[in-house]
């Protein structure tokens, strides 16, 4: 029982030297990095045409990758096909509605005049005409009225119709216009330019765990690769749960480019996550991310990508 105490009590004692001999590893990137992914397109895959190579250092603006936009640009050239019909539709509309509501006004203003002519004729004394005549105006004067009436509704009828037939027109032509303007933006979005100076890095693929390419098929939001800036240089790292125990944020580390072993410089994690992320392809695991800071050494020209090894020191 003593014995296994002493064990115990050693173990733990011993702990915090374990920790400090902990050797984490990491790879040099960019704070500033355009991450490139596969654009939402009208249909559940899109092909990736053509892919900078990888490794190379591209210049801010040059093209990194391109996506197959062939139908959306087929879509696009008979959607602007169908909003020169509509529009020609719509002005050919506004003739034959303003002519049939020019005609309802005529019938209109003539139904008027019938109806003057007839409270004139109505409006002589009985004593002047027949019984039977003045019965007759007085019919006149109503039929007048009862037409000026329909005459009334019809045009109003003519000039709801133009507004109702107007609008939707113009409703089509709206909606063919945000679809040109949707399919516009979408196919910018097929040529992907590079907003750093810097190489390119080809994402994985989430299924086959191979790197993408040129030629294959990725879904909407899938990362395709990544400019990373040649500045704003840091260290990204990701720390096991187990050897996460004893690293805190702001504690300093030696670093170590495996490219020159010889020459370590400090650093200081600036950033430690407190959310595991799982790496299927290392362990079933956790592992904590983890950013750290450094100071670049110099006359060591730095990429991203760089491996290093990074000892976590007493803070």
Do not use: C
């Not at 733990?12 to 590893?25: D, G, H, R």
């Not at 109702?164 to 949707?182: C, G, P, R, V």
């Amino acid at each position: 029982m003593q014995k296994s105490l002493v064990v115990i009590i050693s173990i733990l004692l011993f702990f915090p030297a374990l920790a400090k001999e902990v050797i984490l590893t990491g790879q040099i990137s960019s704070s500033a990095r355009q991450v490139v992914n596969a654009p939402q397109a009208s249909r559940w895959q899109i092909q990736i045409q053509w892919m900078e190579e990888e490794g190379k250092v591209v210049n801010e603006g040059d093209l990194v990758v391109v996506f197959d936009g062939a139908n959306e640009q087929s879509q696009l050239e008979q959607n602007i096909e169908s909003l020169a019909r509509l529009r020609l539709e719509l002005e050919q509309l506004q003739l034959d509605q303003d002519q049939r509501v020019t005609d309802a006004q005529g019938r209109l203003t003539l139904a008027k005049m019938e109806v003057e002519k007839a409270q004139i004729e109505a409006s002589v004394p009985a004593a002047q005409v027949s019984a039977y005549d003045k019965g007759q105006y007085d019919l006149a004067l109503q039929r007048a009225l009862l037409e000026q009436v329909k005459a009334q509704e019809a045009l109003a009828s003519a000039i709801k119709e133009r507004t109702s037939e107007l609008q939707k027109k113009n409703i089509d032509i709206l909606k063919t216009e945000e679809e040109i303007a949707y399919l516009e933006d979408l196919l910018t979005k097929m040529n992907v330019i590079a907003e750093h100076t810097g190489p390119v890095t080809y994402a994985m693929h989430p299924w086959s765990n191979d790197k993408l390419a040129a030629g294959m098929n990725v879904q909407a939001s899938w990362k395709v690769l990544d400019v990373q800036a040649i500045e704003s240089f840091q260290v990204e790292t990701w720390i096991h749960e187990v050897d996460a125990l004893g690293i805190s944020a702001g504690m300093p580390v030696k670093l170590t480019l495996d490219a020159h072993p010889s020459i370590s410089f400090d650093g200081k994690i600036e950033i430690l996550s407190t959310q595991t992320e799982p790496k299927d392809l290392w362990s079933s695991s956790a592992y904590y991310p983890a950013i750290i800071s450094f100071t670049p050494p110099e006359n060591i020209k730095l990429l991203p990508g760089m491996s290093v090894r990074i000892l976590p020191e007493d803070a």
